[in-house]
Structure formats: structure tokens, C-alpha cells
């Protein structure tokens, strides 16, 4: 039987602080959040390994879904220097494994997710495992949650073509958004701030993530 809680110690010994994740509370929240329960059976033995985890495979046309390496995802979380002030809402929620990380460094969280099945899945582990201050709800990635909004962050899990207006319009003043733009290698991890009407980006660093769906650019004719 594999020791999870050594598997996690290692993961954020070796895929965390020696990537320049020194937060904290991420760090904290990563060796407190068991990435072991938000995996399909098939997948536990491996959930600590140093890659993209499977979560639903590719099925009715749409893509496979993955949860971030750890590295990547915790240095986008230390990016948004998430507080316990901070309401967010995730996009993307999958099997709620971020999820469960954000519970840890926010007062509140909204975990939006297209895929019911996915939805429902993270609505049982949390609510067993007992992270109760996040609430798992179902619609369009791209359209965001406004029922709820505005939010103090918004964090976007994977990669996006573009930031629709619609997510940056649920911002609090002051608030921000945190997406990986672009896909592959060249893509960016951006912070999107929102000051009275607009908005402005900070690009950071590359990181080449797995894509959410839904956020691919209207193709745009060429005369």
C-alpha cells in the first residue's frame, strides 16, 4: 500500500521549492490537500508523479481532462497571492482537487465546471473530505458564475487562446485574474488586474499547460 502522505511530503520537496515556490501558505495548502482523492481509481498510485493526471478521458468530441503538474499550478496560486479575505472563482473546477487547494488560502470559493459528471464528482469528494466553503456549480467555462460575482480573484485552471470580457467583468474593483495564456510552450502565465472600467495584463513566465475548454477564439476570416 503506497504512503500518500510521503508521496505528498516528496512532491512539494521536489517539485515545489525547488521551483521557486516559496509561499506559505501554497506550500502549506499543497502538503494538506490529499491529490490522491480527486483522481480516478486507476490513477492514485501515480498522483504524485511530476505530470499532467488524467481525470476524464476524451469523450462526446471534447478533449481530455487533466489536473495541473504540481509545479506549474503552484506557482500560478502563489501568483495570485490568494488571502483569507479573498472570495474566488475557479474555472475549471474538474474533479476539485484545486478546489480543495483554494478552500485552504480563501475565505470562499466558487468552483464553476462544464462537465456534470466531473461537477458532481467534486461535489461528493469535497463535501466528504469536508472542505465546506466551497460551493461546485455547472455552466459555461467561459461565461463565468455571476450569480455570484464579483470576486476578489478569479482563477482560471489550464491554459486559454483568450480572456472573454465576461470573466473580467465579475472582478471587483482591484481584483484579478490569473490565467495561463496561449498554448504549448509559448504560452504565458498572466495576471489580469481590474481598475474602475478597465483592465490591464502583466505577463510573468511560460508555462505549458493543459488547455480548459470552451475559450478557443472565433475564427476570424482573412480577405
Do not use: W
Amino acid at each position: 500500500m503506497m504512503d500518500f502522505e510521503t508521496a505528498r511530503g516528496k512532491m512539494v520537496d521536489s517539485q515545489l521549492r525547488t521551483t521557486d515556490v516559496t509561499s506559505h501558505s501554497v506550500l502549506k495548502a499543497f502538503l494538506a490537500v490529499p491529490r490522491e482523492e480527486f483522481v480516478p481509481a486507476g490513477v492514485k498510485q501515480i498522483a504524485y508523479a511530476d505530470e499532467d493526471l488524467q481525470i476524464c478521458p476524451a469523450r462526446d468530441g471534447l478533449a481530455p481532462r487533466y489536473i495541473m503538474k504540481a509545479s506549474p499550478l503552484a506557482k500560478l496560486l502563489q501568483l495570485a497571492a490568494i488571502t483569507k479575505d479573498d472570495v474566488v472563482l475557479e474555472v475549471g473546477g474538474g474533479r476539485g482537487y484545486v478546489s480543495a487547494i483554494l478552500s485552504q488560502l480563501a475565505s470562499s470559493v466558487v468552483s464553476l465546471e462544464s462537465d456534470e459528471e466531473l461537477s458532481a464528482s467534486a461535489t461528493e469528494t469535497l463535501s466528504t473530505l469536508g472542505y465546506d466553503n466551497v460551493v461546485t456549480v455547472s455552466g459555461a467555462l467561459a461565461h463565468g458564475y455571476a450569480a455570484e460575482a464579483p470576486y476578489d480573484v478569479i482563477f482560471v485552471n489550464g491554459s486559454v487562446e483568450d480572456v472573454p470580457a465576461a470573466l473580467l467583468d465579475q472582478l471587483h474593483d482591484g481584483g484579478r485574474l490569473i490565467a495561463v495564456v496561449g498554448y504549448g510552450n509559448s504560452a504565458k502565465a498572466t495576471v489580469y488586474r481590474r481598475d474602475g472600467k478597465g483592465t490591464s495584463s502583466t505577463p510573468f513566465f511560460n508555462a505549458s499547460v493543459k488547455p480548459v475548454p470552451g475559450f478557443a477564439k472565433a475564427s476570424e476570416f482573412v480577405f
